[in-house]
């Protein structure tokens, strides 16, 4: 045990030097505006940013569900899913019987869900489920499930929630399929969260992530100019799509945040609920709070995975000592991995500030250059603010010496989680 201990803590020490290594290309003040530093940013990576978008804020999970049954309603061609899990509850039931209708009327319908994901919620789809949905018209398909003792599989699993409809309409954020996410949960209670719904030439790199993933699973080859229509929206938004493959782009969410606080001049506001950052995040939020940017960051007073939390408070109060304002989220859980830059830029998706989804997932978000979008997002931050209060010193010393302990072990050993 002893051996087992000491080497827990060199492999920690280990990945967090290694994490160290990234670097932040954006330097404040160089450009002075900052959508347009981080736009440069992100060519220097060679990552698409299209224009003519119209971008929606889906604030919550019924408006989510509404808005993408409409649009699933009207589908003609195809119908694209991507998620973590599909919770074997009512909402499943309605969006799989939906599915079922379209795939009746020879729509095509393809669903991809995480097997870990499947695994690790109280409700997962079985065998018969999978039987009966696939005997519906649906095609359903297990990213890369765990078999013993292969448990090396267990690491990078698939955390996206991508829904693409005919080429044309995507869905993306922290919304999986599941009832909590619309009644909450008991002892936590709201489960807030927030989407968002794309329409333009963006939604072609998201069906790109899609189809590499569907075809890499399935050894199909589904793709061509049908699943690529010519976009017809006429927004103003500019959208960029900043996707993680582990071993392929596995720095690319990490930097792109990282960036992101390091353009800023005025303001960042940010939502995370499992906010342990890693180094080259946690950097970035400490230059721009010593070179007087306000940092605003909502966190959950709650949580739903055990001593986790306590990191994530020892976190918030270490940054609000250095100056952020640390909002705690207290009317339920706050799912939302959301931020805005200066009121000019944003971002939306699956990704999570914490090792976990940085280091080891598949994830994408999108970042959003449109003033009227970030303005609407910025808006809802607020609100939210409503039903948090403003992290103190005094706050945080009421917490139980064995709660502020489980937060120093959390954050030690949060590298390897």
């Known amino acids: 045990m002893k051996f087992f201990g000491k080497n827990m803590v060199l492999l920690a020490v280990v990945l967090l030097l290694s994490s160290c290594s990234s670097f932040v290309a954006i330097e404040r003040g160089k450009i002075d505006d900052s959508a347009i530093a981080f736009k440069e940013y992100l060519q220097t990576e060679n990552i698409e940013i299209t224009d003519s978008n119209t971008v929606r804020m889906l604030n919550g999970a019924h408006a989510k569900f509404d808005d993408m049954l409409a649009a699933i309603s009207e589908a003609k061609h195809h119908v694209h899913l991507e998620y ?21 009327e020879g729509v095509e319908v393809r669903a991809l869900f995480d097997a870990f994901g499947n695994m690790s919620n109280n409700r997962p789809l079985k065998r018969s489920h999978i039987k009966e949905i696939r005997a519906s018209g649906i095609e359903l398909v297990k990213f890369d499930p765990i078999v013993f003792p292969w448990v090396n599989h267990s690491v990078s699993r698939d955390h996206r929630k991508i829904v693409i409809i005919d080429g044309k309409t995507a869905y993306i954020g922290g919304i999986n399929v599941a009832d909590y996410y619309l009644t909450g949960l008991e002892g936590i209670g709201k489960w807030r969260d ?121 976190i918030g109060y270490q940054l609000m000592k250095r100056g952020a304002n640390v909002y705690m989220y207290n009317g339920g859980f706050n799912h939302s991995k959301v931020m805005c830059v200066d009121g000019k830029y944003m971002t939306v998706g699956s990704a999570n500030l914490n090792s976990r989804s940085m280091r080891y997932d598949y994830e994408t978000n999108i970042f959003v250059f449109d003033k009227e979008d970030t303005r609407e997002l910025q808006n809802i931050i607020d609100e939210d603010k409503k039903e948090s209060f403003l992290l103190t010193k005094e706050i945080y010393k009421k917490r139980s010496l064995w709660k502020r302990f489980c937060g120093f072990f959390v954050v030690l050993f949060t590298p390897i989680m």
């Open 194 to 314: 927030i989407h968002a719904r794309v329409d333009g030439a963006a939604v072609a790199p998201l069906q790109d992530i899609f189809l590499e993933m569907w075809n890499r699973e399935t050894g199909q080859h589904i793709g061509g100019a049908t699943y690529y229509p010519r976009p017809s929206a006429t927004g103003t938004a500019e959208v960029a799509v900043v996707d993680r493959w582990p071993r392929r782009t596995p720095k690319s969410i990490r930097r792109a945040y990282a960036n992101a606080v390091n353009s800023a001049k005025d303001s960042v506001v940010l939502v995370s609920p499992y906010f342990i950052p890693m180094p080259i995040v946690k950097k970035a939020i400490k230059k721009a709070i010593d070179d007087g940017v306000k940092v605003d960051i909502m966190l959950t007073a709650k949580g739903d995975i055990p001593l986790l939390p306590d990191g994530v408070w020892r």
């Open 84 to 104: 973590f899990n599909f919770r074997n509850d009512s909402i499943n039931s309605v969006l799989l019987g939906l599915l079922a209708k379209k795939a009746a």
